[in-house]
């Protein structure tokens, strides 16, 4: 049988259910009666040609769950052994053990014994089996040569499935009955895992969900307090203060009609009026990086009657580098003459080239003009950051990109969504992407799925094609 890294065309929508990072591994369990090779098989498959990752905490009594890896691709190996020991009240073991077993399972490998032929023992075992209606590879054991091979069709009459030769002893076929496993469960492939690993670190680090976190950053004297203050001023909000997650900071938490809880980062300094000690400039550039790493959305202020500074383009760096979307706030905007408004808004585009998908807003915080305008802006940003776009459209999204320009020298076989906050997307294809093609992919993608001004994150994984 082929390799199971290769995959056709047709498998695609399966492969790409995968993406969901809550998936747990594949669970084969292997049942059959006394004395058919079920340990040997599990030794074989554990100890040579599958390695064993770790031991799980046991399933449930007398059972012993193992991690395996077959090419790549990852499942978990329920050992039963031992269940059907004694012939005696076979029914009452087999409802009580093996249906469970079986039920839990995503897969059952049922195995009998070419040498001996059909039992009612397994009978009994293939009729549990039927009831409880989960995928069954029905694994002829102790074909250790071919002379063997036209003896295991007696086993088709379980009616659960072509029989598979099999020689757990010798290995004989042990590669086929495992890349059929794999195949029939879909299990994930190692690198997969790894990828929804990180990205589930990375949501938990993300803390409490219900609230959006907002960071309002920027040089000092841009008027950052007096926007703080407008944001919460509006009546319907309801303002605490909290404790901050580093020493000394203190947190704002609103509660807003249309966006629920909005938490603002660090703002001790904003509330209160006297801020001694605060007024330099690499005291605020401090505490701005860290309210960035912390933001949902970052709101850059920049003082309209100065532009933007180096300080200014430092800080647009680490909010593109951080991956949270960002409003760039062009403030104090009532002081200028309407040619400086042209000016200085072309500027600022200019030098803050990294934030191009941002919203640039022109308000007056002083007087509250345009400030209504933020709010708009952070609720589309947040949706957008929390998107979660079903597998299928975004491989139908792909697939048009690619026939309408084809990249050149490879080919995008699949893509999914690994992660939201950002949306993050993990590629997989035939040889690496050409940095251009993928920024074409992702304003496909950002049109086609209204992300706005949200950062896309990529992952490019090398696959063998189909
Ligand atoms: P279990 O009780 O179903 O777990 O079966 P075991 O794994 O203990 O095997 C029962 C007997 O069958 C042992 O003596 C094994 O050595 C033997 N056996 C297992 N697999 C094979 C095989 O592929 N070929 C042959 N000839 N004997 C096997
Ligand atoms: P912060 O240090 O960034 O928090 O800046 P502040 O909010 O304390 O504002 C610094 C100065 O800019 C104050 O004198 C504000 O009155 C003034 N200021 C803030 N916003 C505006 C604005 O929209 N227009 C004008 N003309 N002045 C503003």
């Given at each position: 049988m082929a390799n199971t890294n290769k995959r056709s065309g047709a498998s695609l929508a399966a492969m790409a259910d995968t993406g969901n990072p809550e998936r747990r591994l594949p669970v084969v369990a292997i049942v059959g009666r006394p004395n058919v090779g079920k340990s040997t098989l599990m030794n074989r498959v554990v100890g040579k040609?599958?390695?064993?990752?770790e031991e799980k905490?046991?399933?449930?009594?007398?059972r012993k769950a193992l991690d395996a890896t077959w090419a790549g691709r990852k499942f978990v190996l329920v050992d039963t052994g031992g269940?059907?020991?004694?012939?005696?009240?076979l029914d009452a073991k087999v409802s009580a053990q093996a249906e469970l077993a079986a039920k839990e399972a995503d897969l059952v490998v049922f195995v009998v014994d070419v040498t001996v032929g059909v039992t009612d023992e397994d009978d009994q075992v293939a009729k549990m089996l039927k009831k409880i209606g989960k995928p069954v590879i029905v694994a002829a054991n102790k074909v250790d040569s071919s002379t063997r091979d036209n003896d295991i069709w007696i086993f088709s009459r379980f009616g659960l499935g072509d029989p598979m030769p099999v020689s757990a002893l010798h290995g004989r076929s042990s590669g086929e009955l495992l890349d059929k496993i794999v195949e029939v469960t879909d299990a994930p492939f190692e690198d997969e895992l790894e990828d929804w690993a990180a990205d589930r670190q990375d949501q938990r680090n993300k803390?409490?969900?219900?609230e959006l976190r907002v960071a309002i950053v920027g040089?000092?004297?841009?008027?950052k307090s007096t926007l703080f203050n407008q944001l919460i001023g509006g009546e319907r909000s309801v303002v605490h203060d909290l404790a901050g997650t580093t020493t000394d900071s203190v947190d704002t938490l609103i509660e807003t009609e249309a966006l629920g809880k909005v938490r603002f980062i660090d703002t001790a300094g904003m509330r209160r009026k006297s801020r001694v000690g605060e007024g330099t400039e690499y005291y605020s550039m401090v505490r701005a990086l860290r309210s960035i790493d912390e933001a949902d959305v970052c709101l850059l202020v920049i003082d309209g009657t100065e532009g933007v500074s180096a300080q200014d383009q430092r800080l647009a760096e680490r909010i593109d580098a951080a991956g949270s979307p960002a409003l760039v706030i062009l403030n104090?905007?009532?002081?200028?003459?309407t040619e400086e408004k042209l000016d200085t808004g072309e500027e600022a585009e200019n030098r803050l080239a990294f934030l191009s998908y941002s919203p640039f807003l022109r308000i007056s915080a002083k007087s509250g003009a345009g400030v209504n305008k933020i709010w708009a802006a952070i609720a589309q940003a947040s949706s957008a950051y929390r998107t979660r776009i079903p597998t299928r459209e975004l491989n139908l999204c792909i697939q048009k990109a690619q026939s309408e320009h084809p990249p050149k020298g490879t080919r995008i076989l699949y893509i999914v969504q690994g992660a939201t906050d950002p949306p993050t997307m993990t590629l997989f294809s035939t040889r690496p992407i050409d940095p251009q093609y993928l920024r074409f992919v992702e304003r496909r993608i950002r049109e086609r799925f209204g992300l706005g001004n949200t950062p896309i994150k990529f992952r490019v994984r090398r696959r063998s094609e189909g």
């Open positions: 040609r599958v390695a064993i990752v905490a046991k399933v449930t009594r007398d269940w059907l020991a004694t012939g005696d009240e803390r409490d969900h219900d040089r000092p004297n841009v008027g104090k905007w009532d002081s200028l003459s």
